[in-house]
């Protein structure tokens, strides 16, 4: 069954760096569409990046354009977000998402992992 575990949430200070990461399950993950988003306490959740399937082509929020990056390591069916340059508008649960298309819609989704950052 298709899966996805995040990893690598914490608390860190502003200005810092974190790296998250999703595990996959699945036969045909090269060709998922894969994303993060993220839910701050009373705000809808939001898009944060987004890296296509096949071409991992990259897509961000202006928000966290020129501060975060995702890839993917197709051979150890992984998706990242590196963050840096934190900020405490960054504090949110973090959602890994994936989808069986090229930018998706996401079908599968991880549980969570809490990122706070702190003044």
């Known amino acids: 069954q298709v899966q996805l575990v995040e990893s690598g949430g914490g608390l860190v200070q502003s200005g810092g760096s974190l790296r998250l990461s999703c595990a996959v399950s699945g036969r045909t993950f090269g060709s998922y569409a894969m994303g993060w988003f993220r839910q701050a306490p009373g705000k809808e959740r939001e898009f944060v990046a987004a890296?296509?399937?096949?071409?991992?082509?990259?897509r961000y929020a202006d928000s966290v354009k020129g501060r975060f990056t995702i890839s993917r390591d197709n051979a150890k069916n992984t998706v990242v977000l590196q963050m840096n340059s934190l900020k405490p508008e960054d504090t949110a649960v973090y959602y890994c998402?994936?989808?069986?298309?090229?930018?998706?819609?996401?079908?599968?989704w991880g549980q969570g992992t809490q990122v706070t950052v702190s003044s």
């Open positions: 890296i296509s399937g096949s071409d991992s082509s990259t």
């Open positions: 998402a994936a989808g069986r298309a090229r930018w998706g819609p996401y079908d599968y």
